[in-house]
């Protein structure tokens, strides 16, 4: 399809003013995936010393990646150092949160069926990195890492959001976690859950706008739970399918009571028994 030359002039400027330069968006998937292997899939690695090369391989992809974004090379191999310095703390805090599901999801019998199938677990890991990055204050690459994370998953985390120890997303389909929310330890998620803002205006954009929720906190399927001064208080059980914009006092359990009817169909009234 033939365009004029005055809009190709356009669409040329308009990509010499982006800022990214070079930035290669599947090269920051390969990183996501290539390093979930290395971290956590044991087939993957023969040797010690074909892990330090794997190591070593995604240690400059990661370099590759923090320099398109980044115009001061020496800033950028800090910002390298810094995420490998805290990759032993994020591993271990994922190894905890594997542990979590193992020990509360009756229908894993192993670690290695959660590493190779529990998107919950994928998507928590797309999170830690991606938040280490976000701390980091590096532009763009976190925010990429989490949407392609989501687009595996169905799973939207922020890479803003505070996450503790021990998560546990479980089936997780449709999860919305927003920027500023805060998430204690022991907190077991359920699919469809949105931990969101009540109102959304760029006026709001460095203000607290998603709930907080406690410790050994767990949320059922479809609940809803909005603003950054809602608080779910430690160890609440919250029910399907609620809407929550206020505070709820801890050791709560919250639910929407539904009134389900059923009735014996064998003894229809006659004016509905015909046949067509």
Not at 43 to 61: A, Y
Not at 81 to 88: I, T, Y
Not at 149 to 173: L, N, Q, V
Request: charged share 25%; no cysteine; net charge negative.
């Amino acid at each position: 399809m033939e365009k004029s030359d005055d809009f190709i002039e356009k669409v040329f400027k308009k990509k010499q003013q982006n800022s990214l330069g070079f930035f290669d968006k599947n090269e920051a998937e390969i990183f996501v995936e290539e390093l979930y292997k290395v971290l956590f899939l044991p087939q993957s690695v023969n040797t010690q010393e074909q892990l330090e090369k794997d190591f070593t391989r995604l240690r400059k992809i990661l370099l590759n990646l923090i320099n398109s974004i980044i115009e001061d090379k020496t800033l950028s191999e800090k910002h390298v150092d810094q995420f490998s310095e805290a990759l032993p703390r994020l591993y271990e805090m994922l190894t905890v949160d594997a542990e979590a599901i193992l020990e509360f999801d009756p229908a894993t019998e192993s670690l290695e069926e959660i590493l190779l199938s529990y998107p919950g677990f994928f998507a928590t890991y797309g999170y830690r990195i991606s938040h280490q990055l976000w701390n980091q204050r590096i532009k763009i690459l976190p925010r990429i890492i989490s949407e392609y994370t989501h687009s595996k998953t169905g799973i939207d985390i922020h890479p803003g959001a505070e996450i503790g120890e021990h998560f546990f997303i479980d089936h997780g389909t449709g999860i919305v976690i927003g920027e500023t929310t805060v998430i204690g330890n022991h907190v077991k998620i359920y699919q469809g859950v949105t931990l969101g803002a009540l109102h959304v205006s760029k006026e709001k954009a460095n203000q607290k706008r998603h709930p907080n929720i406690e410790d050994h906190v767990i949320i059922y399927s479809g609940a809803t739970i909005l603003g950054g001064d809602t608080t779910i208080g430690r160890e609440s059980i919250i029910g399907g399918n609620v809407w929550i914009t206020q505070d709820v006092p801890s050791h709560s359990l919250v639910y929407h009571k539904s009134e389900i009817k059923i009735k014996d169909n064998s003894s229809l009234p006659e004016s509905l028994t015909f046949v067509i």
